[in-house]
């Protein structure tokens, strides 16, 4: 069974950093895709993220890239997500997800925001606030 648990979410001021955690799973980490995505009250769902485990490329949303940063550990089946310079408009429920092959990972794949990404695990809460 496919699971995926993120973690790392709370309360950070204005400027600050997070750093977000998605641990997987039940699958061949290396055969997935793992994406980072938010939904803010009110708002649809937005990509900010993703990455191909099998080479570490990764893709960006425009709204995000300079501010966060994806990495992941193999062998540890984790992913993190490093938010930077936080802003209130970041405060969201911020959700992994995964798909494969490890290749759908793309720009379109994370405009999109997560129709291709078919495996998702419960949300953690950021909350930018002073």
């Known amino acids: 069974e496919v699971q995926l648990q993120a973690s790392g979410g709370g309360l950070v001021q204005p400027g600050g950093s997070l750093r977000l955690s998605c641990e997987a799973s039940?699958?061949?980490?290396?055969?997935?895709?793992i994406g980072w995505f938010r939904q803010a009250p009110g708002k649809e769902r937005e990509g900010l993220s993703c990455i191909n485990n099998a080479d570490g490329n990764t893709a960006y949303a425009d709204s995000v890239k300079g501010r966060f940063t994806i990495t992941s550990d193999n062998a540890k089946n984790t992913v993190w997500l490093q938010l930077t310079n936080l802003e209130p408009a970041d405060t969201a429920v911020y959700y992994c997800a995964s798909t494969r092959p490890s290749y759908y990972c793309s720009e379109y794949a994370v405009i999109n925001g997560g129709s291709l990404f078919g495996w998702w695990g419960r949300g953690t809460l950021v909350t930018v606030s002073s």
């Open positions: 039940g699958f061949t980490f290396d055969d997935h895709a």
